[in-house]
């Protein structure tokens, strides 16, 4: 490790110091877990009303069975809340899978759908449209302000320093991510005096990145990729945090290495940042790209813009990719790339139909502009300490049933439980409880508010998993 790398080790290091001592309780606290809620108000009815029961019957009838729904029909929402068919009231503490960073029916939201769709929805790619370019300006401006893909925080914004590509979800964006490395990879090497094949992709144990072919082959759950057989070739993964595969996995063959600084769906698991380092420095010595996926800790969901923005620059990406709650649950993705990468995408080398539409990117650069506004950093950063001051005691409450850290940061959090089996029974107490929770990896249970969310509704979703923790 260099010395700018041990220096900027260090000052992040202090910053984690100074932050855990920050994270103390601001409000009065019980002395033990609440049991407010430990019988069930939320059970599922004998008898729905006859539209509930239509619903669900046409659902079973017409709909693929990939998901395992409960048996309730969600009918509309406001805020945090949202209300069953049969008038039941839930405190959504998932947000779509952190995708409603403003919450349901934001009024802001719909109108900018409302105005949009009234002038432009769809053009195609063919031509240029006024939402897309503002977009992409301000997602690349607001990274070299508030940090990440090399930008030092404070950075003055510049033109062609970064490039956009956007895309309609996640998975896509990941495609699109992995592509881009390996058109590179493949353009350098041509160029070589001794080429080399330079194709192989490393990516993480418990990892998740999407459902198509290519960004399943780089996800790191059996439980998702061995039902469909050999996907890509040339694929490797690594444990998290594990210094020692670094080198043996990433070499003279790899074109990129993709990764989630924190993973969701693995269980809440955050990169080290010495691990992320050592990284970065094997990737610069091999020329293999760099990928963050930062789908769902991203966007300030962790009180920064990217997950990633105030570590070291020397571990950062040479791409992000981001979806979830960029137009507050309209369908879009990005790919954000350091221009040095750009060059090798000419016209035809990648595209989509529906991506950058002006409906799309109109939502995303309102949705945006309010995440980024510092009132609201202000409140995810304070309210994301209030959320950990009363999750702190729980291992303490439950030591036989939780493991003693918290994981995640901001508003990604994850309770890790020794028993595999208790995290499904909690999602499912905590909704009989009206509070939607999720499940991350074999052992957590996941907590992705809104970021809008407030005091009172953190202390309602923590009571009820308290009671629900005290049944198990």
Same mark, same amino acid.
């Given at each position: ?5 041990? =220096? ?18 601001? @409000? !009065?606290?019980?002395?033990? $877990? ?13 008898? $729905? ?8 019957? *046409? ?48 009024? %802001?939201?719909?109108? /900018?759908?409302?105005? &949009? ?9 063919? +031509? ?12 690349? #401006?607001?990274? &070299? ?10 950075? #003055? ?30 353009? *350098? ?10 194709? @192989? ?15 399943? =082959?780089?996800? %790191? ?7 469909? @057989? &050999? ?34 769906? %693995? ?10 380092? =050592? ?9 293999? #790209? ?7 800790? @991203? ?35 990005? /790919? ?19 991506? %950058? ?11 945006? !502009? ?18 950990? !001051? ?7 409450? +439950? ?20 028993? !595999?089996?208790?995290?499904? &029974? ?8 009206? /509070?939607?929770?999720? #499940? ?12 809008? /969310? ?19």
């Amino acid at each position: 490790m260099n010395l700018a790398s041990s =220096s900027s080790l260090r000052r992040h290091q202090l910053l984690s110091q100074i932050l855990s001592r920050r994270f103390i309780s601001t @409000g !009065s606290v019980s002395s033990g $877990p609440s049991t407010a809620y430990i019988s069930a108000t939320h059970v599922p009815l004998n008898s $729905p009303n006859p539209s509930t029961q239509e619903l669900l019957d *046409r659902s079973s009838s017409y709909l693929l069975g990939v998901y395992a729904r409960p048996d309730f029909v969600l009918d509309h929402g406001r805020g945090l809340w949202v209300w069953d068919t049969d008038g039941r009231k839930y405190l959504d503490f998932s947000a779509g899978i952190a995708v409603n960073a403003l919450g349901h029916a934001d009024e %802001g939201v719909t109108e /900018v759908l409302a105005t &949009q769709s009234q002038r432009l929805v769809h053009a195609s790619n063919v +031509f240029h449209n006024e939402w897309a370019g503002k977009l992409a300006e301000l997602l690349v #401006t607001l990274t &070299q302000t508030h940090g990440g893909l090399g930008f030092s925080p404070g950075s #003055t914004p510049a033109k062609d320093s970064a490039k956009v590509f956007f895309s309609n979800s996640g998975a896509e964006a990941n495609e699109g991510a992995l592509k881009i490395a390996r058109k590179n990879a493949r353009d *350098r090497s041509l160029s070589a005096s001794s080429p080399v094949t330079k194709e @192989g992709i490393v990516h993480l144990e418990n990892s998740f990145h999407g459902r198509t072919i290519g960004a399943l =082959s780089v996800t %790191g759950n059996k439980k998702y990729t061995e039902p469909f @057989g &050999q996907l890509l070739q040339n694929v490797s993964s690594m444990k998290l945090n594990d210094f020692t595969a670094v080198r043996e996995r990433i070499n003279e063959g790899t074109a990129a290495v993709i990764l989630e600084p924190i993973q969701g769906e %693995g269980g809440v698991n955050a990169a080290q940042v010495e691990w992320l380092i =050592s990284i970065r420095e094997r990737c610069n010595e091999v020329g293999a #790209t760099l990928i963050f996926d930062e789908i769902q800790c @991203g966007l300030f969901r962790t009180g920064t813009l990217w997950a990633h923005s105030q570590l070291p620059v020397e571990c950062h990406p040479d791409i992000v990719t981001m979806a979830k709650p960029l137009a507050n649950g309209f369908p879009i993705g990005a /790919v954000m790339l350091k221009d040095s990468l750009a060059t090798a995408m000419t016209p035809g080398s990648h595209g989509t139909t529906f991506g %950058g539409s002006p409906l799309a990117c109109a939502v995303g650069h309102h949705v945006l !502009s309010r995440l980024s506004d510092s009132n609201m950093v202000t409140h995810v950063n304070s309210i994301s300490e209030y959320l950990h !001051s009363r999750l702190s005691h729980l291992p303490k409450w +439950f030591p036989k049933v939780l493991t003693k850290d918290i994981r995640g940061r901001g508003l990604i959090r994850g309770l890790a439980f020794n028993d !595999s089996n208790h995290p499904t &029974q909690v999602v499912q107490l905590a909704r009989e409880r009206g /509070v939607l929770v999720l #499940t991350a990896g074999s052992d957590a249970v996941r907590l992705v508010p809104s970021l809008t /969310v407030k005091k009172e509704e953190i202390d309602f979703a923590v009571d009820v998993l308290e009671s629900s923790l005290s049944l198990l």
